[in-house]
């Protein structure tokens, strides 16, 4: 069975402070990492997959597959930032499977 | 990128009665799928849409309660019958185009 797990259900930072968000996964095959992220009163977007291995808003994020991880991170949080965020996976079939999601906040 | 709107945006019903959510795509998608987001929890699946025939449902849902239809690329139904007010959830539809996985609004049912 696949799944996903993000230990903090709220983080807060302050501006300009590192930030990370936990995910750990597992799969027995080999999956597709995403992270999601939905901001206030707006629908669910793709931030960025493990794929793409692009930077999106200053997020990185390295699968890991020793230590099945795929950690979200940013070197300099901002207010903007402010959001739920979800990491999810998927398989052959295409659907997704999602982490319980973190809200992280950014305080001025 | 895939544009996906979803009808009614909310609703309250009563319990014993049936809401349909429409699903609209604005270009044809590969695959689309039907999630459920109860208060304070994460997204769940609820099935996959499959054009042309039966819904394909994960574990812990069922046609009786949830039918589905899909009669083309760009549109689909998911109908929440005889509820509960265990079934107060926001019910997202999505689409996948070019490999990458668009949502619609949401719609946020409240059943009293």
């Known amino acids: 069975a696949q799944r996903v797990t993000q230990p903090e259900k709220l983080l807060s930072v302050f501006k300009g402070a590192p930030v990370e968000l936990k995910c750990n996964y597992s799969?027995?095959?080999?999956?597709?990492l995403f992270w999601y992220v939905q901001y206030s009163r707006q629908r669910l977007q793709l931030l960025l997959r493990?794929?793409s291995r692009e930077s999106i808003k200053g997020f990185t994020a390295d699968l890991n597959k020793g230590e099945t991880s795929f950690h979200l991170k940013k070197p300099f949080a901002q207010e903007e930032d402010s959001a739920m965020y979800y990491c999810?996976?998927?398989?052959?079939?295409?659907?997704?499977?999602f982490g319980s999601g973190t809200q992280l906040t950014v305080l001025p | 990128s895939a544009v996906i709107s979803q009808k009614p945006s909310r609703d309250i019903c009563q319990r014993g009665t049936s809401l349909t959510i429409q699903c609209q795509v604005d270009?044809?998608?590969?695959?689309m799928f039907w999630y459920r987001q109860q208060p304070g929890q994460s997204l769940t699946l609820i099935a996959t849409?499959?054009?042309?025939?039966?819904?394909?449902?994960e574990s812990g849902f069922v046609i009786d309660k949830f039918p589905i239809s899909r009669p083309n690329l760009t549109f689909s139904t998911l109908t929440v019958s005889n509820m509960s007010p265990e079934d107060s959830s926001i019910y997202l539809c999505?689409?996948?185009?070019?490999?990458?996985?668009?949502f619609g609004p949401g719609t946020r049912l409240t059943v009293t």
């Open positions: 999810a996976l998927t398989g052959s079939a295409r659907q997704l499977t």
């Open positions: 799969y027995s095959g080999s999956p597709e």
């Open positions: 493990h794929i």
């Open positions: 270009s044809q998608v590969t695959m």
């Open positions: 849409a499959n054009q042309g025939s039966e819904a394909t449902y």
């Open positions: 999505s689409g996948i185009e070019a490999a990458e996985q668009y």
